[in-house]
């Protein structure tokens, strides 16, 4: 506002200023004086300094008052998305990515939660459940660029409550959009579904194949309610980012060289060790992975065409809080997850 306040008083006192040297001008005969500031010359001159005003507001404006951002989290209880959440802040505060990025968390609950949060992860304990509320987001800002061009951003990122533990077979595919979270999430910027590949070890196996079934169902009218939602047109749906994550990717790995403390057959749901992750440093493990991705993107190949059909920024991402590529790197696919939900 005091901005605003400036760039009024500078107009007025050229203006004030014109008038008083074009009268100066007319007093002591000095015709050039007069001719020169004639009223066509006077106009440009405000016409220049109104279109400076707005543009420097504009910028201003931009940081003043910051952009909003949400991003929703989507996927069926004990799939990951909180461990996930933490996994990215915890990357952030410990500048593994997004260097240069300012991002400070708002409000005691975001930070409460995200330092407890983050203090569990990196000690192997359960996160604390997510039952309590409704909706829980967590809020931060976000500041990028320190010149004029920097830009302020408020983000929420919306956890999906419900962490019963009610199994997944009691689930309808419309459980999630009758929840007061789905309404929230409607109004969202990106969207990131969640496949929990905990249930994906045996492509062959029955739960599997329910397990995909539930998923591509649910999501798809997740997507329709969305875009349902935004059916006056008043926002672009084509534009927004829309990602498929699929969490614990370190379970993919039971081969003899993978970790036994983070595979499924051994560690089912229990929190995995953040101390000893599964490192992605050996050809072999690399090549394993990348063919069982392979294989989980065919499997998943007609939600995947679905999605990408629907908005030009869709992607799909492989996650795990408990794999690394090298012993002191980023965990597994956050720098993409962070890139891809982030505002640019
Ligand atoms: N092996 C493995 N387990 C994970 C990973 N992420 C989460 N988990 C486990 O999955 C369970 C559910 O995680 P949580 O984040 O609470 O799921 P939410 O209900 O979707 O928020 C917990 O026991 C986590 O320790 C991962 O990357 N790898
Ligand atoms: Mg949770």
Redesign the pocket.
Known sequence: MSFLKNMTLIVLGALTGFVLLGGLGAALGLEFLTEFLTLEAASLVALWLAITAVITTYHEGKRAFPISHMVSFI?Y????????ITALFSEVFAQRILRGVNIIPRGAETIERVNEDIARLETGR??AP?TAQDLFSYRVEMLTGKTSLSRRYKIEIGDFPG?DSENLANKDAAWLHKTKYFQWALNADVFIFVIDLENLTDLGDDRAREYKSLLERSFRAAWQRIKEHHYDGARKLRNNPVILAF??A??LLDSENSYRE?SAAS?G????NYHRPVVLDSKERNRELSEKQESIEAYFRDIIQYLGSETSRFHVIFT???AKEKPDSVRFGIEELARSVLPK
Request: glycine residues 12%; neutral net charge.
């Open positions: 996927g209880p004990r799939s990951g998305k909180t461990t996930l359960e996160l997510t962490e969490t614990k370190d379970l983070n560690a749901n229990a929190p995995g795990s809080a408990f």
